[in-house]
């Protein structure tokens, strides 16, 4: 009888995102809209965040196309801090490329580069004060080098060695640097979204001053813990930023499948009645200034804010990934937004803070202190030579108090490895 009354409409159907460019398709972003640099308003922090929904919908760009910085969102920092900021993203590129080849090399199991996405945690970390709390996502790398987190330090965790404060219970790359306010990285994603927001209502519960900062990708925001976390910060007006990093793919699949089709992430903060921002993630000024905005914001009181960074993966998810398998190989070189090194650097050049020459003699400076560190760090040993903590470590660090089951598992263990003629014991 119901198909009888409705035979005239036509069969359901659902749809599944297709990203434009396949393997051996020829790149064409210009479907991809660019707001003028400098168009983007810039409202007072203490506007209700209902007054300014159209910021989720454009661009905060600073850098316009001749190199200059425009426009009511120019931080206005001074030539040294740029070129601070310069070296620090320029740090993070050469270390990224020495560790990837580490790890090509057999010296640790896995990386992740940040290739592309330079100019997210670095101009953050300038922005955030440094005893301000970061819940990173796994490509914040930025975060530890620009706070002055010693490089050794980084790859000792990346070789998982003697020098590994973690003692190799954490994957390559996910670091914990409390002395940089760096909240250990997860791989279950976005986990840190609702650690956030729990740390930041616990630092306005006890009248504190600091303020929490978060990171995922865009892919993330499809995850409950995203919406849990939203939610909280929205009834409490937690001061906490939600950074919302779009690269544009997730390991393998494209950011239509978390919703980028239908409208921005940023827009998410309008369902959600906070302040929402959309950023040229490109462009180190613009991330700076929106980031210092969304931080006086928390510290005023105003509540959280979202920001969604609009940038580009330019190299694989991670070393375990092969991008040419699933988008156009010509999609890196074509990304309209440009690189983010390069665009600060000329924006230097430009203002007659820099040169070319300077440029590379900073580029090997980089180069041979990353390459330093890696050497001091290796004399702890590399992962590709096998376990670099004895044994019986494995239990330590996971209750104040051991429980007595995992004593009687410690010690069934040690019992195995001695009657195997194995050596496990502390050196």
């Known amino acids: 009888m119901a198909d009888a009354v409705r035979s ?3 069969p359901l159907a659902l749809h599944v995102p297709e990203p434009k460019f396949r393997p051996g398709d020829t790149v064409d972003f210009a479907d991809v809209e660019i707001p003028a640099a400098g168009a983007a308003r810039r409202p007072d922090t203490a506007e209700e965040p209902r007054a300014y929904t159209d910021l989720v919908y454009t661009m905060v760009r ?6 200059q910085a425009v426009g009511p969102w120019d931080p206005k920092l001074s030539p040294e801090t740029l070129r601070r900021m310069l070296r620090h993203m320029a740090t993070v590129r050469a270390f990224d490329e020495r560790m990837f080849r580490a790890q090509r090399q057999g010296k640790t199991s896995f990386y992740m580069k940040s290739l592309g996405e330079e100019a997210v945690a670095v101009p953050q970390a300038y922005a955030l004060d440094a005893d301000d709390m970061c819940f990173p996502s796994y490509r914040q790398q930025g975060l530890l080098i620009a706070r002055g987190c010693p490089l050794v330090d980084m790859m000792n965790q990346i070789y998982s060695n003697t020098g590994d404060k973690l003692q190799g219970k954490q994957l390559p790359i996910m670091y914990s640097e409390k002395r940089f306010g760096f909240f250990s990285i997860s791989g279950n994603l976005t986990t840190q979204y609702p650690q956030a927001v729990g740390w930041a209502m616990a630092s306005a519960s006890k009248g ?3 303020i929490a900062a978060t990171w995922c990708g865009e892919g993330s925001t499809a995850e409950g813990d995203f919406h849990s976390a939203l939610t909280f910060a929205t009834v409490y007006r937690a001061p906490v930023i939600f950074n919302v990093v779009n690269n544009q793919w997730a390991i393998s699949s494209f950011s239509g499948f978390a919703g980028a089709e239908a409208t921005t992430f940023a827009a998410r903060a309008v369902g959600y009645g906070i302040a929402g921002l959309r950023v040229d993630g490109n462009d180190a000024l613009a991330v700076y200034a929106a980031t210092q905005w969304a931080a006086e ?7 959280p804010t979202l920001i969604e960074h609009f940038t580009y993966r330019a190299e694989g998810h991670s070393t ?3 991008p040419s398998q699933y988008r156009s190989a010509g999609e890196p070189t074509a990304w309209p937004l440009g690189d983010p090194i390069r665009r600060l650097k000329d924006h230097l050049i430009a203002i007659g803070e820099w040169d ?5 003699a900073m580029d090997k400076e980089v180069a041979d202190a990353v390459k330093a560190a890696q050497k001091e760090a290796e004399k702890n040993g590399i992962l590709g030579h096998g376990l670099h903590q004895p044994l019986d470590t494995l239990f330590d660090g996971v209750f104040e108090e051991m429980p007595w089951h995992l004593r009687e598992q410690r010690q069934q263990m040690i019992d195995e ?3 195997s003629g194995r050596p496990w014991d502390r050196k």
Request: hydrophobic fraction near 15%; avoid cysteine; proline fraction near 3%.
């Open 320 to 322: 375990s990934d092969d």
């Open 8 to 10: 005239n409409l036509p």
């Open 417 to 419: 490895e001695t009657e």
């Open 208 to 210: 504190d001053t600091r």
């Open 356 to 360: 070319e020459e300077r440029q590379a």
């Open 62 to 67: 600073v850098l316009d196309e001749n190199n």
């Open 297 to 303: 914001r928390a510290r005023t009181n105003q509540g």
